[in-house]
């Protein structure tokens, strides 16, 4: 596609999910704590009624509004099988895009009212089976604020055309711009860093990993401790905007890894391609996502492959993290 193309697909993703959030915070405002039923188990997570809501706003826009003369394959917890393509029918080798699409990432935190949730969306040219990370083009974020906030966040990107970020009142539906920029901080003291340690399962190996870390960077118990903030935001989009807006220096998430060191089989528990799908908002804002030992991150977009990975908001940390981090996954995982 041409740039003004890109740019009008990047609209487009904006506005699927305005419209998700939307049906979302009016279902809300009708079921309450029906958010939290279960509705089923998949080879990718647990669903929840809260995830039933939005996966019918989506087929339904998709249906109505994404352009026919650019079909693709839509990729999406809940549609593992047969493939899905719009407009409908459409045979995935005639598809221009593949769309890998999370509903909404923090599932948990929503449905409980704790904490935003996130709608995640990217597309990357159709290559098949061989579409990964790497290829996306264009990516969207939108958040799901709790009951008591007034405001969502909405970032977006297109490779190489830097991040678009705006406000939206959801009371009054009044957007105003945001900058966005992350941390340009030398080090980690005073501020947030934290490795994903969400569940019982892996967390004292985990945060040995994280122990060490500290060590061998030589914060740990500097100056009395306490020098190093932890945030266990429970969600990859989250976590990727914490770091797109300033908000924390380092995160990652190691869990894969863990968890078939202790043998545990279940990829459930791991981050998926469409957590991570939003990573070019932040490569686009200036900050880093790689592997644990600084590859990109070439997965492919699918909803079942484990993810590890680990988000910087700028190379200087990057560089001081990757070579030590290398070495203690290498010796523990």
């Not at 705006?166 to 340009?184: E, H, I, N, Y």
């Not at 993810?307 to 990757?322: E, K, P, Q, S």
Request: with cysteine.
């Amino acid at each position: 596609m041409s740039m003004p193309n890109l740019e009008q697909a990047r609209r487009r993703l904006c506005r699927l999910q305005d419209h998700i959030r939307e049906v979302l915070l009016a279902a809300r405002s009708r079921r309450g704590r029906d958010f939290a039923k279960v509705a089923g188990v998949s080879a990718a997570d647990t669903i929840y009624e809260v995830d039933r809501i939005s996966e019918e706003a989506i087929l339904d826009w998709f249906e109505r509004h994404w352009p026919r003369a650019w079909p693709l394959e839509l990729v999406m917890e809940g549609l593992e099988g047969e493939a899905t393509t719009f407009p409908r029918g459409t045979p995935v080798a005639r598809t221009l895009w593949k769309c890998i699409l999370d509903p909404i990432d923090g599932t948990r935190n929503l449905m409980y009212d704790k904490r935003s949730a996130w709608i995640l969306t990217a597309l990357a040219p159709q290559r098949g089976a061989r579409t990964h990370l790497g290829d996306i083009v264009v990516a969207a974020m939108t958040e799901l604020p709790t009951s008591k906030m007034w405001r969502s966040d909405q970032l977006s990107a297109v490779r190489g055309c830097g991040v678009k970020a705006q406000s939206c009142d959801v009371r009054t539906g009044r957007r105003q711009a945001l900058k966005v920029r992350p941390s340009q901080a030398r080090d980690f003291e005073h501020g947030f860093a934290s490795i994903a340690k969400f569940f019982p399962e892996a967390k004292g190996l985990l945060g040995t990993v994280e122990e060490r870390l500290w060590r061998e960077l030589g914060l740990y118990g500097k100056n009395g401790g306490q020098l190093v903030f932890d945030d266990q935001y429970l969600s990859t989009g989250g976590q990727i905007y914490e770091l797109v807006v300033g908000h924390d220096r380092m995160l990652g998430d190691l869990r894969p890894a863990a968890y078939a060191k202790i043998g545990l089989g279940s990829a459930s528990l791991c981050c998926h391609p469409y957590d991570i799908c939003t990573a070019l908002i932040l490569q686009e804002a200036g900050g880093i996502v790689e592997t644990p030992d600084g590859r990109p991150l070439r997965v492919p977009l699918d909803t079942t492959t484990p993810v590890t990975w680990m988000g910087y908001a700028n190379a200087r940390l990057a560089r001081r993290v990757r070579p030590v981090l290398r070495r203690i996954v290498a010796e523990l995982l």
